[in-house]
């Protein structure tokens, strides 16, 4: 008689065997089930944590190159020919290939009366182009138009804290505050996209000024930080450094100037999301190895306890290859049943959390992805854990003896 592993008769006779014992079959599937539900959740989480996170860090602005005066190298300090200034920001917008715009700003430490009592705020003149950089998110009004930007225009934009604090229960739109010495009629309140916390030049009390009026009460005219925007992620390395180039040409050799983007912060993202995944990923394969252990223990009682039916079938025939693939399948079937209730649930579970998410309040466009790959290496794992670990039993049941299988009691 003919046997093999895809034979249809070895898969029913497995299939009879597991019917008999349902509940021993049913708890060993269980650990196979939390091993494969475990490697699909664990690639979701990372992958959803890395696109939420390298989604934050982009939001702060897209593409962008800084640049700010560190000091320098000569034992002479800083003079004013070293400062970033406004034609260092046309060189670096017509000069250098693929940046699509530049900006610079501006900050004074200042204060406001709010309640009776002073409060310190931060004075940010901006150039044309920084709110396309920088995206920030308009809450009330509007931005400053181009002409304000160019000119010494008193109009302001408050920042959504700084808003709360100055007028807590009236509409600060037209109404004006008094930041130092001057006088600024209110045109919209703003907030960063993607909070900094006071890693940037916004502050969570910051009035957006035009960088003309800045530079005027300051009596100079250079900026504290530089900014360029490419036109492609793939370009902010070669602009960061073009960046530095044509700073360093512009100025003192002496003069230190520090050029950054964030593709840094990104790529340690990523490093960061695929340590964590490769460290859980082996958490979930050891609960699977586990899990394939138990399939091993739970099949070796099976051949003991079924000794004397092993030698009645060698008996009437069956060869050893027969009995070898019965219970080869057996452990097979439990793996990949197992498997595929655990991947369901992985699977459903991420879609259920989808669905919620619209009921609470998360950033635009978060969702949890769910990868495929992942659930077609837990599948490929689990029944390969079964084969692996049900081999033992099996290569066993095929060299029982049948004359002390018959004795067997």
């Known amino acids: 008689m003919k046997s093999g592993l895809f034979q249809s008769e070895t898969w029913t006779l497995a299939w009879q065997a597991l019917l008999a014992n349902k509940l021993r079959a049913v708890l060993t599937m ?32 897209s593409n962008i190159v800084y640049a700010e005066l560190t000091g320098s190298g000569s034992s002479k300090s800083l003079t004013a020919s070293d400062q970033m200034n406004p034609s260092d920001m046309a060189a670096v917008q017509n000069g250098i ?10 900050d004074f430490q200042m204060t406001v009366i709010a309640g009776g009592r002073p409060h310190p705020v931060t004075l940010l003149g901006v150039t044309p182009g920084f709110q396309e950089i920088r995206n920030l998110l308009i809450l009330r009004g509007r931005y400053l138009e181009p002409d304000e930007l160019d000119s010494h225009s008193k109009k302001c934009l408050l920042s959504e804290s700084l808003a709360t604090i100055v007028f807590p229960t009236d509409d600060p739109i037209g109404r004006e ?8 009629t209110i045109v919209g309140v703003f907030r960063e996209r993607i909070a ?9 009390e910051t009035v957006l000024v035009p960088f003309p009026l800045v530079a005027y009460f300051a009596g100079d005219n250079y900026f504290g930080v530089l900014y360029a925007q490419a036109d492609g992620p793939e370009n902010v390395a070669s602009v960061t450094q073009q960046m530095k180039q044509v700073l360093q040409s512009r100025h003192r ?13 990104i790529e340690t993202a990523r490093e960061i999301s695929f340590a964590l995944t490769a460290v859980l990923l082996l958490v979930a394969l050891i609960a699977l190895t586990i899990s394939g252990i138990g399939i091993m223990n739970i099949m070796l009682v099976t051949v003991t306890e079924r000794t004397h039916e092993i030698g009645i079938r060698k008996a009437i025939g069956a060869r050893n290859d027969a009995i070898l693939y019965q219970f080869l399948t057996e452990a097979l079937l439990i793996s990949c049943t197992g498997g595929l209730v655990g991947i369901a649930v992985a699977v459903a579970l991420p879609a259920f959390a989808n669905s919620l998410i619209g009921y609470f309040t998360v950033p635009v466009g978060i969702t949890i992805p769910i990868s495929w790959i992942s ?21 066993r049941a095929a060299r029982l003896h049948p004359t002390d299988s018959l004795r067997y009691e």
């Not at 992958?47 to 602005?61: D, P, T, W």
């Open 30 to 61: 269980i650990g196979v089930a939390i091993g494969n539900c475990c490697i699909v959740l664990v690639v979701t989480v990372a992958l959803s944590g890395k696109k939420y996170v390298i989604s934050q860090i982009e939001g702060i602005g």
């Open 177 to 184: 505050i008094h930041v130092g010495e001057l006088t600024l």
């Open 375 to 395: 659930v077609v290496f837990a599948l490929v794992v689990s029944c390969s854990i079964g084969v692996f670990f049900g081999y033992l039993p099996a290569s």
């Open 196 to 204: 900094t916390f006071g890693q940037s030049e916004i502050t969570s």
């Open 97 to 106: 290939p693929h940046v699509l715009r530049a900006a610079g700003t501006r």
């Open 253 to 265: 050799a002496t003069a230190k100037y520090n050029v950054r983007n964030l593709a840094g912060l």
